[in-house]
């Protein structure tokens, strides 16, 4: 038994990696912890890791007929020579995991006087100065260039430039 890759339909990660799990196979399906806007509020979305992707671990011989035709797969990578997917990349993956297959990317990581982007948000494209942490570390105050003006924002949406 091997670990290959499958090619799902788009937002079907989650059913076929059920409809699997139903017929004995093991999958797994990482997700990615995130914080977006929408509609004007700040949330936390849980989005795959690799969109239309997942691994399964299965005798190819046994199952691959029947994973291809499993409703929500468009294929195997590999098609008719199915790619094995090497145990150390399976194992890096769910070493990096927490909380039951759900990924999170801490914020990086700013010293006073950091110069720094806006990445999203209302402020998006704006440069700025980092100035301190505020509420954890999470939100941090900056000060913004071009308006000369203090923001908190989330910590999410910067970058070092």
């Not at 790619?83 to 927490?98: A, G, H, L, S, Y």
Request: charged residues 30%; aromatic residues 12%.
């Amino acid at each position: 038994m091997h670990w290959y890759a499958i090619y799902t339909k788009p937002k079907n990660e989650d059913p076929v990696a059920s409809r699997l799990q139903d017929r004995g196979i093991a999958v797994l399906n990482p997700k990615l912890k995130s914080k977006k806007y929408k509609r004007n509020k700040l949330i936390e979305v849980i989005e795959p890791l690799f969109p239309c992707y997942l691994f399964a671990n299965f005798d190819k011989d046994k199952y691959a007929h029947l994973i291809t035709y499993t409703r929500g797969v468009r294929y195997i990578v590999g098609k008719d020579k199915p790619i094995v997917v090497q145990d150390e990349i399976i194992q890096t993956i769910r070493e990096n995991m927490e909380d039951g297959n759900i990924i999170i990317i801490p914020p990086q990581q700013f010293e006073k006087g950091d110069r720094v982007l806006i990445k999203n948000g209302h402020f998006k494209d704006f440069h700025g100065i980092f100035e301190r942490e505020t509420k954890g570390h999470e939100r941090v105050l900056i000060l913004l260039e071009a308006l000369h003006y203090r923001v908190e924002i989330d910590s999410y949406f910067l970058s070092k430039t």
